[in-house]
């Protein structure tokens, strides 16, 4: 029997999966780290614009963010990749990378030192939580740039189980007759195994991944799913009677949690460049366009 997972502010080497599922989302906050010298800012930018590509690493397999392979990866990071170096008037290159152990790894990989099988890290990394402790934790590097706001969502059966909102004791109540799905070992996972007194446990049925678990409400085998709104969209979409609703409860504290983007400390330069361009295209509606193409509803963070 799995067991309620445990978040600490002060704990660090969380997974990728836990952070961006919401495990760690109990201790968002959000974080800009200041930079050195300015000579060195200007140097990192300038090498960036000289070369003419903005080299951006996107996390494999993390549909509907990022999936695909090489220069070909698809979803709404990749998009918004490409729209960020177009706004600066570089070209894109694209450089998929297969999750580590923790977050800490993906950062170190990635963005600041690069990775022992020779990787070279690149200007900017994708999907990354704006969070004041995966920051002070990860020094070497700067987290700006939120593009979009993550929050718990259900898909239900319509047919089964009502509006889900208000108090957990009155909407969670109907899964101790019926089976709700969750990834395994996420936010989601740990509050339905630990909220009501744990009365809900023998019916949370667990997957290993979002779409799996939708795939298992379509089959009729569970009669809902817990899990991060936008992948339970990207994995029902098309599929109009199983609405997807934000998970509005009074016993989840989390309310939501923001995805942004990280580059080595000192190019601030870099980072401000990035975000001026991500400002822009907020205000011109292309972050909420391509969230709306790939079938997410986009929450501005």
């Given amino acids: 029997m799995n067991t309620p ?31 050195p010298a ?17 080299k951006v690493a996107l996390y494999k397999d993390n549909a509907p963010y990022s999936d695909g392979k ?22 894109l290159s694209l450089l998929p990378f297969d999750a ?13 030192k690069g990775h022992y099988l020779g990787t070279q890290p690149a200007d900017l990394m994708m999907h990354v939580p704006v969070d004041t402790h995966l920051a002070k934790a990860n020094d070497k590097v700067r987290i700006f740039g ?10 239900r059966d319509t047919a089964r189980i009502p509006p889900f909102s208000g108090s957990a004791a009155v909407a969670l109540e109907i899964f101790t007759r019926e089976k709700i799905g969750v990834e395994t070992a996420t936010l989601a996972d740990s509050f339905l195994l630990g909220v009501l007194n744990g009365r809900l446990r023998e019916n949370v049925v667990h997957f290993k991944s979002v ?29 109009s009677k199983i609405p997807v609703e934000t998970a509005n409860l009074s016993e989840l504290k989390v309310g939501g949690w923001p995805l942004g983007m990280a580059v080595k ?21 292309v972050v909420a366009d391509i969230f709306k193409r790939h079938g997410i509803t986009y929450q501005a963070a």
Avoid at 39 to 53: C, H, N, P, T
Avoid at 70 to 89: H, I, K, P
Avoid at 146 to 155: C, D, K, N, P, Q
């Fill in 146 to 155: 939120a593009y979009h706001r993550e929050a718990l969502g259900v898909a």
């Fill in 38 to 54: 300015q000579a060195q800012e200007l140097f990192d930018l300038d090498k960036v614009r000289a070369s003419g590509i903005l």
């Fill in 5 to 35: 997972l445990q978040c600490n502010p002060e704990v660090t080497g969380l997974s990728r999966r836990q952070w961006l599922t919401g495990t760690a989302a109990v201790c968002l906050g959000s974080s800009l780290l200041a930079g």
């Fill in 211 to 239: 779409a799996e678990a939708a795939q298992g409400l379509l089959r009729g085998e569970i009669a809902a799913v817990l899990a991060p709104r936008s992948e339970l969209e990207a994995a029902l979409i098309g599929q």
């Fill in 100 to 112: 580590g152990e923790k977050m800490d790894d993906d950062l170190r990989n990635m963005v600041w």
């Fill in 265 to 285: 400390v000192e190019e601030n330069e870099l980072a401000d460049a990035v975000g001026a361009a991500l400002a822009d295209l907020k205000r011109e509606g």
């Fill in 70 to 91: 090489g220069q070909d990866m698809t979803g709404v990071d990749a998009a918004l990749a490409l729209a960020l170096a177009t706004e600066m008037g570089l070209k």
